[in-house]
């Protein structure tokens, strides 16, 4: 069936450092990808999204590359603050307007 | 700015209790969801309605009703609370048109059976 799966957290970073996140999906044919934020006490935001393959999401400095052949959409930031410091969600889309998260990856950024 | 709003925002029942969950969006979308967050287990879907009168089952529906009053309010019933059900409930929504649609989140309410 299509599922996500992320790297477990804690990201534990110094302000500053260089942040990946990985992703990885398993879904027939073409979903849509997405990378939700969660601040604390707070609901889910987008953060990007990408909708076919070599589509790259960009927001607030974080990018995400749709890699077909690899089946991920990693998250990268090039230098993380510390109110960075929040849940990120992958999730896809398999076309039919629901979406399927990923387990959360929990990002604490330490000045 | 409200976007989609969730009462109450925090609430402890007995087991067996009943209770209802409100949601409503101002974007005029035509799509709502409920969602529950466990730890280290992301969001799984409840229910949701693709459109006003119309509702489905979505990964973990068992325990739960819904009912889409109107384009803009959809709520979530628990008729005899368990403490299973014990977690964080989110409502969302987008737009119609399938596919790509981002979805837009209230704040939660978080939810504990006793």
């Known amino acids: 069936g299509n599922s996500v799966t992320q790297m477990e957290g804690p990201v534990t970073l110094s302000e500053e450092a260089f942040l990946t996140i990985n992703c990885t999906y398993t879904?027939?044919?073409?979903?849509?990808l997405f990378w939700y934020v969660q601040y604390p006490g707070e609901g889910l935001q987008l953060l990007l999204k990408?909708?076919?393959?070599?589509d790259k999401g960009s927001n607030k400095g974080f990018e995400a590359t749709y890699r077909k052949e690899t089946t991920s959409f990693h998250l990268e930031k090039g230098s993380v603050q510390v109110s960075d410091s929040a849940v990120y969600f992958c999730?896809?889309?398999?076309?039919?307007?629901?979406?399927?998260f990923g387990t959360g990856t929990r990002l604490q950024v330490f000045p | 700015n409200a976007g989609v709003t969730q009462t109450p925002k925090f609430q402890v029942l007995k087991t067996g209790q009943s209770m209802t969950l409100q949601c409503a969006q101002d974007?005029?979308?035509?799509?709502m969801y409920w969602y529950r967050q466990d730890p280290g287990m992301g969001l799984r879907l409840i229910y949701y309605?693709?459109?006003?009168?119309?509702?489905d089952k979505g990964e973990v529906p068992n325990g739960y009703n819904v009912s889409r009053l109107n384009k803009r309010e959809f709520s979530l019933r628990l008729e005899s609370a368990a403490p299973s059900q014990t977690s964080v409930y989110f409502c969302?929504?987008?737009?119609?048109?399938?596919?790509?649609?981002?979805?837009?989140f209230g704040d939660g309410t978080r939810l504990s059976i006793l």
């Open positions: 309605s693709a459109s006003e009168g119309t509702t």
């Open positions: 969302a929504s987008s737009e119609a048109g399938g596919a790509h649609q981002p979805q837009h």
């Open positions: 990408a909708t076919k393959a070599d």
């Open positions: 974007m005029n979308h035509n799509s």
């Open positions: 879904a027939t044919g073409y979903p849509s």
């Open positions: 999730a896809l889309d398999y076309n039919t307007d629901k979406l399927i």
